[in-house]
T-cell receptor, first 113, second 114 residues
């Protein structure tokens, strides 16, 4: 298995632009998680899905952020409009469920200028 | 609510010496506890987990961790550190209730000097 695949690896965009991050979880994993990593705040859980259904989106910082999981093999995290404070590394992770741990993707490093 | 604390931002140790990276947690039910490692510009990699059973858990790369329920701790240990162990280490916890996600500590940077 290729693991959790995230794209793009790096994204540089101008303030105000729409940004879409993509994630392909491991086949057979029924839970998917989006995390954001910054120096100041560490790893923050943004949202997670079970069986393609959003379970908890309380970590999504603002209405500018949205996430979808249209099927078991694909998820997107969208920021519209983007702001410089959104600059971070965004990780996607998947899991086969409790009590198993998560497998993380390599992350997307987002820079908003 | 669940939370996890890693009280040390950085741990420095000489190669060959034992290392400990501290973690304490808080959950309302019984905990599932994990340690992950992150190398520069990489995603997090699973090291070990405690679900139930023996309090001493052995994981990858010679690491182990001890679950202490009375102290609500899950410290990561290794008897003899390697320079290649230098990385960022995360402790994570979740309640064993269904529908909860892992909450991560802020991370501890381990620096092993030769």
């Amino acid at each position: 298995d290729a693991g959790v695949i995230q794209s793009p690896r790096h994204e540089v965009t101008e303030m105000g632009q729409e940004v879409t991050l993509r994630c392909k979880p491991i086949s057979g994993h029924n839970s998917l998680f989006w995390y954001r990593q910054t120096m100041m705040r560490g790893l923050e859980l943004l949202i997670y899905f079970n069986n393609n259904v959003p379970i908890d989106d309380s970590g999504m910082p603002e209405d500018r952020f949205s996430a979808k999981m249209p099927n078991a093999s694909f998820s997107t995290l969208k920021i519209q409009p983007s702001e410089p404070r959104d600059s971070a590394v965004y990780f996607c992770a998947s899991s086969p469920g409790q009590p198993y741990g998560y497998t993380f993707g390599s992350g997307t490093r987002l820079t908003v200028v | 609510a669940q939370s996890v604390a890693q009280p040390e931002d950085q741990v420095n140790v000489a190669e060959g010496n034992p290392l400990t990276v501290k973690c304490t947690y808080s959950v309302s039910g019984n905990p599932y506890l994990f340690w992950y490692v992150q190398y520069p510009n990489r995603g997090l990699q699973f090291l070990l987990k405690y679900i139930t059973g023996d309090n001493l858990v052995k994981g990858s790369y010679g690491f182990e961790a001890e679950f202490n329920k009375s102290q609500t701790s899950f410290h990561l240990k290794k008897p003899s550190a390697l320079v290649s162990d230098s990385a960022l280490y995360f402790c994570a916890v979740r309640d064993n209730q269904a529908g909860t996600a892992l909450i991560f500590g802020k991370g501890t940077t381990l620096s092993v000097s030769s």
